[in-house]
Each structure stands twice: as C-alpha cells, then as structure tokens.
C-alpha cells in the first residue's frame, strides 16, 4: 500500500535549519509531483513547497520563500525540505504527499518545534 514516511523534526532555536526526509512506498514515484504540507494547532493544512516529477521546478508560498527548499531524489523515492531562518510561525507537523494522488492515505508527520 501507499506510504509517506516523514522524518528530521525537532526543535530549534529561532533563526536555526532542519533538514526533513520523507520516504514514499507503493506507487510510481518518479512519475508523480510531490509536496510538503504543514498543519499547526488549530489551522488547516498549508502547501509550503511542490516539485516536479524531475525536481527542476518547485513553487512555494511567500510565507517560505527563499528559506524553504524542496529536492527529490528519484532513484531513493525520497523528498527533502531544507528550512533555513526557522521562524516560531514555521512550528507545525510537516507532511509529504502527491497532490495528485489525493485519495492516498497522509503518514504520521514529523514535529517541529520553533523557540523564540
């Protein structure tokens, strides 16, 4: 079955990076945009980065534009979030998925925790 597998959350000091990982199982990969979400307390889920299928496009918000980035590595089925300049409002649970596979099931998430 379908999986997304988050990991490299934690928590870190305003100003600090993080380097996320999600490994994806059971379908195409290399044939399927990808994106992190995220979804903090209370709020609903936000898009904060997509990539093509060959990672030569991303697109992100302007909430983390220019600190966020996202890469894929096809051959591992693995996408990668590099955040920089982490700010308390970047606090959430980070998941992958496809946007264009919405009826998959969404994985666990991976924490990360902003201090000011």
């Known amino acids: 079955q379908v999986q997304f597998v988050e990991s490299g959350g934690g928590l870190v000091q305003s100003g600090g990076s993080l380097r996320l990982s999600c490994a994806a199982s059971?379908?195409?990969?290399?044939?399927?945009?990808m994106a992190w979400y995220r979804q903090a307390p209370g709020k609903t889920r936000e898009l904060v980065a997509t990539i093509t299928t060959s990672g030569v496009s991303t697109v992100y918000p302007d909430s983390v534009k220019g600190r966020f980035t996202m890469t894929r590595t096809n051959i591992k089925n693995t996408v990668y979030l590099q955040m920089n300049s982490l700010k308390p409002e970047d606090a959430a649970v980070y998941y992958c998925?496809?946007?264009?596979?919405?009826?998959?099931?969404w994985g666990q998430g991976t924490q990360v925790t902003v201090s000011s």
């Open positions: 059971g379908f195409p990969f290399s044939i399927y945009d």
């Open positions: 998925h496809s946007p264009t596979r919405s009826g998959d099931a």
